[in-house]
């Protein structure tokens, strides 16, 4: 049953119409299987990088208030247009979710002023991923930590600015560690980053993932306040003259 939040869950959908791999576990692209995962309680729409306007008009992102993103080898195809008219809806209250490698999308890079860079590496390795911040509202639900079998390894350094918070941090098999659940404040807008979910592991599937992006996605929900005005401003009080 919908609460209210309008959710938009962008894909590139590029990986799973060109390798077979990634097709076997997300036959009707991570977009849909992610959405899956919300739709019980919140309204879902889908966009994707090679619908027109990359499927995130003025009027698509105007209903929505919470924007999930997901993208990996089209980064530079995203329009410098879209990710300015997605930058100001995040500074005018809309939340973002930026899941895995999006870490390298336009969007997220501009939204941080840095180069988001990090260590990776595709061996089939355990994650774990340990909360440290567990009076958080985006790790309600979940226990001291979430095993994933088989991950994609983070590393850092990871190129960002200091988080507000940090929610969660992965250990991985070969020795590395990741800030995997951090959140920023940009404008009026609340922004989560989420690492697990590389396109040939059924990470969205997991119940525990999808708990942390549905928790994300009311604690990024904007609130009722209207946008502040700038700019001239008329004074409150009488300005008495002084005498000089």
């Known amino acids: 049953m ?3 939040i309008r959710v938009t ?3 590139e959908y590029r990986h799973e119409k060109e390798n077979e791999k ?3 576990v997300y036959p009707n692209g991570i977009h849909t299987v992610i959405g899956q995962g919300l ?3 919140l309204e879902v729409a889908y966009a994707t990088l090679d619908d027109p306007e990359h499927g995130l008009s ?3 992102l105007n209903q929505t208030d919470v924007l999930i993103w997901w993208g990996h080898k089209a980064h530079d195809e995203v329009s410098d247009e879209i990710v300015e008219r997605v930058q100001q809806r995040v500074l005018h209250g809309m939340g973002l979710i930026v899941l895995h490698s999006a870490h390298f999308s336009k969007v997220f890079k501009k939204l941080m002023g840095t180069g988001c860079d990090l260590k990776w590496r595709e061996a089939d390795e355990k994650e774990r991923l340990w909360v440290v911040s567990p009076g958080h ?3 309600e639900g979940i226990g001291e930590y979430i095993e994933l079998a088989q991950e994609e390894m983070y590393g850092e350094h990871f190129d960002i600015p200091q988080p507000d918070e940090l929610i969660l941090v992965s250990w991985f098999e070969g020795g590395e560690v990741f800030r995997s659940g951090c959140t920023f404040h940009r404008g009026q807008g609340k922004i989560f980053y989420f690492r697990p979910g590389h396109e ?3 990470t969205y599937y997991n119940e525990q993932i999808r708990r942390v992006i549905r928790n994300a996605v009311h604690w990024a929900a904007p609130t009722t306040r209207e946008y502040p005005k700038y700019g001239n401003h008329q004074p409150l009080e009488e300005i008495k003259a002084k005498n000089h």
């Open 2 to 4: 919908s609460q209210g």
């Open 9 to 11: 869950v962008w894909n």
């Open 22 to 24: 990634v097709r076997s």
């Open 39 to 41: 739709e019980a309680e």
């Open 58 to 60: 003025e009027e698509r």
């Open 137 to 139: 509202p985006i790790v």
């Open 200 to 202: 040939t592991y059924p």
